[in-house]
């Protein structure tokens, strides 16, 4: 039986060439929202899940970390992916004949450069890949549209522009989803990242307590990021990233220390760090 790997947005988006790149031997199955992508992994349909988390430029996907808690799902894997734009157009349609633009807003700012010079009218999108398959589906000489390699080639368009992306270093984190509550722990030959979610107790200074351990313990923090939980307007619930395994000594003990001024908290993963993270 194929495995499959879920992910958000149309074929040919970003998450799409990620699966591609890093799961080959998987189907890419796509999904209209992170909570559909979600249940398909929490449901068997779909093994794994890839799931962008932040983009260096945009920042934080923030439906993610809302979902990831109640999700059910565990963390095994995080990748990084370099993002690049393609300016296509319909097959045999010049450069010099676009009118307009089509993609997702964020695609379009991130380009913004492309779009000035070449003075085009912009069109936004719910998706990238989405403008690439509107545009194939309704051929137009005067439009073009911003996504990703592989929806060119999918949707049957030629790419005119290529890497036009104001910024290289635009790069996406994803993190690689499962459904097993407990899967195997990484390789102890691979550094490796914990990702936590908790909730501190209503008491003074809780949060500078439940930190406090990380410090003394040299567990190196690598992010915390407050939400608001069920609509309420306190920022109390903390998703968190530290270098290291619980099992670790110093981990363990600030773990420990956390525990006593929190009245919630989930490790959601342990895995390995990308190598992407060691590049200058």
Known sequence: MTRRIAFQGELGANSHEACNTYYPDYEPVPHPTFEAAFEAIKSGDCQLGMIPVENSIAGRVADVHHLLPASGLKIIGERFKPIRFQLMVNPGVKLEDVRTVSSMTIALAQCRNTVRRLKLEQEAVGDTAGAARLLSQRPDPHKAAIAPALAAEIYGLDILLRDIE??????????????????????????CITSFVFRVRNLPAALYKALGGFATNGVNMTKLESYMENGA?????????VDGRPEDRGLALAFEELGFFSEKFEILGVYPADPFRDRG
């Open 166 to 191: 104001d910024e290289r270093h635009n790069t996406t984190r994803f993190m690689v989803m499962t459904a097993e509550a407990n899967p195997a722990p990484p390789p102890f030959t691979h550094r």
């Open 233 to 241: 307007f306190t920022a109390t619930f903390f998703y968190a990233e």
